[in-house]
């Protein structure tokens, strides 16, 4: 494996480590990099609601401090950096991955394949999920450690133009995640541009991009997005992202058998808190936002919903063709989704 970390990352990581240490009265506190913006609604409830409650489960022993998108090395080598100290773990989009293996793209966000973030959460707690990304780990960054994975909503789409349906993709230009995202919209005739959640804003400013997939609509709403794209799509049209949650092998072997269950648990609980307070704020804002009527909310009828999701499923079966890997993870999404009926 190829460690590709620069230098002046190790500087941040061990000023950021010296501030955590300063700030926490836990014995030990874990360096946690997100994918989530410093501003992001998310980011914020976790922190207020949730990071507290892990230094209680464990009886001040550990705590973990979630850092934002970039905030010690850019969004696609937190694999890396786990594996060689500089970060205790990621609580990141798993899409990060999709050039590595198309593997991490299927299990990253299977486009159009679930219609919530709670089944997301079954398919990863029981459903065989978690496994499967373990396995993933092992054969691309051995050394790291799956404590779990999940979604916490189906994101919003945000655009400075109307999108009423597939038709309306056409040519536009959409910030998307790499990997399947990206392959479903240039299917459905949309440019789509590769970029941090953290340009995206200027992106839309200056015109570089038409409309994202960025985020939860309450995300979008902290982040001043639609100020400046006035269309959003609710619910969204086709992603319900998959993060997964990891530490380095080595930090979860120095964990007491006590700390692995707290740490373990903890994280279950506090996704399935904020998948059920995005739920709620996301139909919160949208109903003040359509009340104000300075924003058009828009539903696409169930018909283009069904035409962008028969779209997805030809993604869906290139891509799992593209790795022995990633026929494994469609088959194990594949299998989950009857059992749940969806299939």
Not at 39 to 62: D, F, I, R
């Amino acid at each position: 494996m190829k460690i590709n970390i620069l230098g002046k990352s190790l500087a941040v990581a061990a000023a950021l480590g010296m501030s955590v240490a300063a700030s926490h009265a836990a014995d030990r506190v874990l360096k946690i990099q997100t994918s989530a913006n410093a501003s992001h609604a998310s980011l914020g409830y976790l922190n207020e609601e949730w990071v507290p409650k892990l230094e209680q489960m464990t009886g001040g022993s550990l705590s973990v401090e979630l850092l934002p998108v970039d905030a010690v090395v850019p969004r696609r080598e937190t694999a890396e950096a786990i594996a060689v100290g500089i970060l205790d773990g990621d609580l990141t989009s798993i899409n990060y991955f999709a050039g590595i293996d198309p593997a991490f793209a299927l299990m990253g966000d299977l486009i159009a394949g679930y219609d919530s973030a709670d089944q997301i959460q079954a398919f990863c707690a029981q459903g065989g999920g978690k496994e499967m990304l373990q396995k993933l780990y092992d054969e691309h960054f051995p050394g790291v450690h799956v404590i779990g994975c999940g979604a916490y909503a189906r994101e919003a789409f945000v655009s400075k133009v109307p999108v009423r349906g597939i038709a309306d993709l056409k040519g536009l230009k959409i910030r998307s995640p790499e990997g399947l995202a990206a392959d479903v919209f240039k299917r459905a005739g949309a440019a789509p541009v590769s970029m941090s959640g953290s340009e995206t804003y200027g992106a839309l400013e200056k015109g570089v991009i038409d409309a994202a997939d960025n985020s939860a609509y309450a995300n979008n709403d902290a982040n001043g997005m639609h100020k400046i794209a006035r269309y959003p799509i609710f619910p969204g049209i086709h992603s319900t992202p998959i993060l997964q949650f990891t530490i380095s092998q080595s930090v979860y072997d120095e964990l007491s058998e006590q700390e692995r269950v707290a740490l373990e648990t903890w994280y279950l609980a506090a996704y399935n808190g904020l998948r059920q307070y995005f739920d709620r704020l996301d139909r919160q804002l949208v109903a003040r936002d359509k009340a104000e009527g300075e924003i058009e909310v828009i539903d696409w009828p169930q018909s283009e919903r069904d035409a962008l999701r028969e779209i997805a499923q030809e993604a869906w079966n290139d891509f799992a063709a593209g790795s022995d890997l990633a026929q494994e993870v469609f088959d194990a999404h594949v299998a989950f989704m009857k059992q749940a009926g969806l299939l």
